[in-house]
C-alpha cells in the first residue's frame, strides 16, 4: 500500500455533498481536517460534521485507509471573510492546504445575476493567505468553464451540443465561476500554487472510477482525452477521490497540475476498450 505524507486540509463548504466524500476519505487515509461549516457555534459544527459523515457511505476500495485515522476539527466560521482563513493559518501551522467545495445548488441562486458566492469565496481564500501564508489551494469548480485559468472563458466542453452555451446566458453563476478561476491565477505569481477541478454534470451514485480528466481544454477528437467516447457526468465520490489522490501525489508529481483546470467526466466503456489495445 503506497504511504501518503499526511496532511492537514482546510476544508471550506464541508458539509456540502461532494466535500463530506473529500472528508471522510482524507480522514481515513490518517489525514486531518478542519472543516468550515454553517452551524451556530463551533460545537455545533462539529457535531454536524460527525452527523454528515456517519451518513456519507463509501464505496469500496479506491482510496487506501490507515490505520489511524487523522484528526478532524471543525470551525462555524464565515467563509466570506479572509480574516477566517488568516486567523486559522496563523493559529494552525500545521494546515498546509486549503479546499474549496463551495457550490450554488438552487435554480433561483443560478439565476440570480449579482450572485458572487464563488469570487467572494475564493477573493477571501486568497487574501487571507495574502495577509498570512500561502498554502496549496484545491478549487472544487464546475463545468462550464474552458482554457487555462486566468484566461478562460465560459463555455461548455466539446461533447457538448452548441445548445449548451446559451446556459451561461440562462444561468449567469457559471460566468462568476470562470470570474473566480482568474482570481486565483493572478495570485499565481505571488507565491500560491492551485489546481482548479471541473467535474462534469454531477451526480449522486457510488464510485465507478471510470471517469478520465484533461487539462484546461477540450475536444471531441483530442489526443490527450477524446471526448467522442466520453459521457457528460460524474459522480461526487469519484470527484472527491480524485482530488485526494491529485493533493497527495509527491511534490515533483504535482508540480504539473499547478495552474491547471483539469475536467473530469465519466468515459464510455467503449473509451477502455480503446486505450486497452
Same mark, same amino acid.
Not at 493559529?91 to 441562486?109: L, P, W
Not at 443560478?110 to 496549496?136: C, F, H, P
Not at 459522480?235 to 497527495?248: H, P, S
Given at each position: 500500500?503506497?504511504?501518503?505524507?499526511?496532511?492537514?486540509?482546510?476544508?471550506?463548504? =464541508?458539509?456540502?455533498? @461532494? $466535500?463530506?466524500?473529500?472528508?471522510?476519505?482524507?480522514?481515513?487515509?490518517?489525514?486531518?481536517?478542519?472543516? +468550515?461549516?454553517?452551524?451556530?457555534?463551533?460545537?455545533? =459544527?462539529?457535531?454536524?460534521?460527525?452527523?454528515?459523515? !456517519?451518513?456519507?457511505?463509501?464505496?469500496?476500495?479506491?482510496i487506501?485507509?490507515?490505520?489511524?485515522?487523522?484528526?478532524?476539527k $471543525?470551525?462555524?466560521?464565515?467563509?466570506?471573510?479572509?480574516?477566517?482563513?488568516?486567523?486559522? +493559518?496563523?493559529?494552525?501551522?500545521?494546515?498546509?492546504?486549503?479546499?474549496?467545495?463551495?457550490?450554488?445548488?438552487k435554480?433561483?441562486?443560478?439565476?440570480?445575476?449579482?450572485?458572487?458566492?464563488?469570487? /467572494?469565496?475564493?477573493?477571501?481564500?486568497?487574501?487571507?493567505?495574502?495577509?498570512?501564508?500561502?498554502?496549496?489551494?484545491?478549487?472544487? @469548480?464546475?463545468? @462550464?468553464?474552458?482554457?487555462?485559468?486566468?484566461?478562460?472563458?465560459?463555455?461548455?466542453?466539446?461533447?457538448?451540443?452548441?445548445?449548451?452555451?446559451?446556459?451561461q446566458?440562462?444561468?449567469?453563476?457559471?460566468?462568476?465561476?470562470?470570474?473566480?478561476?482568474?482570481?486565483?491565477?493572478?495570485?499565481?505569481?505571488?507565491?500560491? /500554487?492551485?489546481?482548479?477541478? &471541473?467535474?462534469?454534470? +454531477?451526480? /449522486?451514485?457510488?464510485?465507478?472510477? &471510470?471517469? =478520465?480528466?484533461?487539462?484546461?481544454?477540450?475536444?471531441?477528437?483530442?489526443? !490527450?482525452?477524446?471526448?467522442?467516447?466520453?459521457?457528460?457526468?460524474?459522480?461526487?465520490?469519484?470527484?472527491? !477521490?480524485?482530488?485526494?489522490?491529485? =493533493?497527495?501525489?509527491?511534490?515533483?508529481?504535482?508540480?504539473?497540475?499547478?495552474?491547471q483546470?483539469?475536467?473530469?467526466?465519466?468515459?464510455?466503456?467503449?473509451?477502455?476498450?480503446?486505450?486497452?489495445?
Amino acid at each position: 500500500m503506497k504511504e501518503h505524507k499526511k496532511r492537514h486540509f482546510l476544508v471550506v463548504a =464541508a458539509a456540502s455533498r @461532494g $466535500a463530506r466524500f473529500f472528508v471522510k476519505k482524507a480522514l481515513r487515509q490518517g489525514h486531518d481536517v478542519t472543516a +468550515l461549516c454553517r452551524a451556530v457555534d463551533d460545537k455545533a =459544527a462539529l457535531r454536524r460534521m460527525n452527523d454528515v459523515l !456517519e451518513n456519507t457511505n463509501l464505496t469500496p476500495d479506491g482510496i487506501a485507509t490507515n490505520n489511524k485515522t487523522g484528526k478532524l476539527k $471543525a470551525k462555524n466560521s464565515n467563509i466570506l471573510k479572509p480574516e477566517t482563513y488568516a486567523q486559522l +493559518l496563523k493559529e494552525d501551522k500545521s494546515i498546509d492546504a486549503i479546499c474549496c467545495f463551495v457550490g450554488v445548488t438552487k435554480t433561483k441562486d443560478m439565476i440570480n445575476s449579482k450572485n458572487t458566492l464563488y469570487t /467572494d469565496t475564493i477573493q477571501a481564500i486568497v487574501d487571507g493567505q495574502r495577509n498570512s501564508r500561502w498554502v496549496e489551494t484545491l478549487y472544487h @469548480g464546475s463545468v @462550464g468553464t474552458e482554457g487555462v485559468p486566468g484566461k478562460s472563458l465560459t463555455a461548455w466542453p466539446a461533447n457538448y451540443n452548441m445548445l449548451s452555451n446559451l446556459v451561461q446566458v440562462i444561468f449567469p453563476i457559471f460566468k462568476n465561476v470562470t470570474k473566480s478561476e482568474a482570481i486565483l491565477a493572478k495570485a499565481q505569481p505571488e507565491g500560491l /500554487d492551485f489546481i482548479i477541478f &471541473r467535474p462534469a454534470a +454531477l451526480k /449522486d451514485t457510488p464510485a465507478k472510477r &471510470r471517469y =478520465a480528466y484533461v487539462f484546461n481544454t477540450t475536444g471531441l477528437h483530442s489526443e !490527450e482525452l477524446p471526448l467522442k467516447y466520453a459521457k457528460r457526468t460524474i459522480g461526487r465520490e469519484d470527484t472527491a !477521490e480524485e482530488i485526494l489522490r491529485v =493533493a497527495t501525489l509527491s511534490n515533483d508529481e504535482k508540480k504539473q497540475w499547478y495552474g491547471q483546470g483539469v475536467y473530469l467526466v465519466d468515459m464510455k466503456d467503449n473509451y477502455f476498450k480503446k486505450i486497452k489495445k
